[in-house]
């Protein structure tokens, strides 16, 4: 290995090592692979969070489902899935690994609207079987 690579591979381990202590012991989640949780951070002493759904495959598809539920219910949802928080509101879907960190764009607003479109069509499908109309947005 050249003088390089090793100053690289050395690098690579101190920031691998940094984001992993990086936040204050409070702050960083430690969570159950594969669970998607809700988070109510109104809780008094902690933020609280609930199971939303299991067997979820990554990060993305968890926010999908708090997509959902944020359409469902309407307003703002956060969630979170192993290790980071997963924030779902007009603004878009976004990623942060801390509930007052830096937030980041964590799915791109065209890849939102499709999300969107089929959730509403997935709504429209469970209406029509319970014999309620249900219009679309415009």
Request: glycine fraction near 10%; include cysteine.
């Amino acid at each position: 290995m050249t003088t390089r690579g090793a100053l690289l591979s050395a690098l690579l381990i101190i920031l691998g090592a940094g984001l992993g202590v990086g936040f204050p012991a409070s702050k960083r989640l430690s969570l159950e692979p594969g669970l998607c949780w809700t988070v109510d951070v109104r809780s008094p002493n902690a933020p609280k969070l609930a199971p939303l759904e299991r067997g979820i495959e990554n990060p993305e598809t968890c926010a999908a489902r708090l997509e959902a539920v944020r359409l469902m219910r309407g307003g703002s949802v956060l969630g979170a899935y192993e290790g980071v928080y997963l924030f779902a509101d007009d603004r878009g879907l976004d990623i942060a690994p801390s509930l007052d960190g830096p937030r980041r764009e964590f799915i791109a607003p065209k890849d939102r609207r499709r999300i969107d479109a089929a959730i509403g069509e997935l709504i429209r499908q469970r209406a029509a079987r319970e014999g309620i109309t249900v219009e679309r947005a415009v």
